[in-house]
T-cell receptor, first 111, second 111 residues
Framework: EADIYQTPRYLVIGTGKKITLECSQT?????MYWYQQDPGMELHLIHY???????EKGDLSSESTVSRIRTEHFPLTLESARPSHTSQYLC??????????FGSGTRLTVV | DQQVKQNSPSLSVQEGRISILNCDYT??????FLWYKKYPAEGPTFLIS?????DKNEDGRFTVFLNKSAKHLSLHIVPSQPGDSAVYFC??????????FGKGTRLHILP
């Protein structure tokens, strides 16, 4: 009964490949976020969007890009994956001042 | 520089006893604090929150205490149950509605 969906859950891909991580929410939230988390580390904000056609980079520099063409959809793209991109990627959405609802995450491994 | 600090990477507590997870923050402008719970390979789920105008919020077995003068908050779980074993993230909401997370504390509930 999750209202925010991430696909794929797990992805193993070779170096140099282009990948897109999907994130969709059905709650009508304007605000959406992408976090990156390495094991034992805090969640780092890499991208956020406050509405359609609005995207901003987060606190942690990332080589990924995002787009927000529709309210419910906030995909993240890596043009050329590298082993250093191996991590867990978490998508979230929120209403004003109510905290975030997270998706289940995508665990990416680049070999 | 970390704005939200969880100085205990892990904590082990006997089933039935009280679990106390601690968190410190540095930014006095934070006005809303949250605790998230995370199981492996899943996204964080919201647990409980507290506004800076309060010093305590209770929800069932979970209570969050806020000491603004000390810039400290804690999460109490009583009684602790096996299903409480997870990583707990302390987080603060800034004025831009972005959440700043701590590194997390791994809680082990011992039988």
């Amino acid at each position: 009964e999750a209202d925010i969906y991430q696909t794929p859950r797990y992805l193993v891909i070779g170096t140099g490949k282009k990948i897109t991580l999907e994130c969709s929410q059905t709650m009508g939230h304007d605000k959406m976020y992408w976090y990156q988390q390495d094991p034992g580390m805090e969640l780092h904000l890499i991208h956020y969007s406050y509405g359609v056609n609005s995207t901003e980079k987060g606190d942690l520099s990332s080589e990924s890009t995002v787009s927000r063409i529709r309210t419910e959809h906030f995909p993240l793209t890596l043009e050329s994956a590298r082993p250093s991109h191996t991590s867990q990627y978490l998508c979230a959405s929120s209403e004003q001042h109510y905290g975030y609802t997270f998706g289940s995450g995508t665990r990416l491994t680049v070999v | 520089d970390q704005q939200v600090k969880q100085n205990s990477p892990s904590l082990s507590v006997q089933e039935g006893r009280i679990s106390i997870l601690n968190c410190d923050y540095t930014n006095s402008m934070f006005d809303y604090f949250l605790w998230y719970k995370k199981y492996p390979a899943e996204g964080p789920t919201f647990l409980i929150s507290i506004s800076s105008i309060k010093d305590k919020n209770e929800d069932g077995r979970f209570t969050v205490f806020l000491n603004k003068s000390a810039k400290h908050l804690s999460l109490h779980i009583v009684p602790s149950q096996p299903g409480d074993s997870a990583v707990y993230f302390c987080a603060a909401l800034n004025r831009d509605d972005k959440i700043i997370f701590g590194k997390g504390t791994r809680l082990h509930i011992l039988p």
